[in-house]
């Protein structure tokens, strides 16, 4: 199977269905989010406690560890302006854990030859349903995998596409 261009990772989360995730039931168990949040200190509280806890496993079994790095780039300015909506945005980033550990990775991508590669073998991109006023979207996450022996998977970013599945 080839790789998809390194920046359509967003448009291609437009391509899942709901059957990529289980049936209609299941993935709407999956979808419902136990943790409401209103504001960024306390969701920036929540993905400490998170943090805190170790590493998060995916659907498909990759682990991945949430750094101090991580979790700045997560609630910076940036990572807000790329999902499709604030709120959503904090409701994704608090519940980080379970929905990490729906998330499925149907697609391999190219890297950006543009950027610095110098210490990554990959970057991945996952995906996970969240329930959101009523709608279940995709919440797209970002892993950077490095070179170096004993280096580990960094959740790097999320982001809300704002697209029904």
Known sequence: MGK???GSSSE?????TISDFGSLDEVREMAKMPRMVKVKTETITILKKIAAIGDLTSNSGLVVSLSGKSIEKIVSDQAIHKSFNLQAHWQAVANIDKLFSNAIEP?????NQE?????LKDRKYLYAPMEYK???????FTVKEYKQEGADKRLYSLEVIDFDL
């Open 134 to 140: 009523g709608r279940i979207l995709p919440v797209k």
């Open 12 to 16: 291609k989360a437009k391509e899942l």
């Open 4 to 6: 998809e261009p390194w």
């Open 107 to 111: 697609w391999k991508f190219k890297l």
């Open 115 to 119: 950027k610095n590669n110098e210490n």
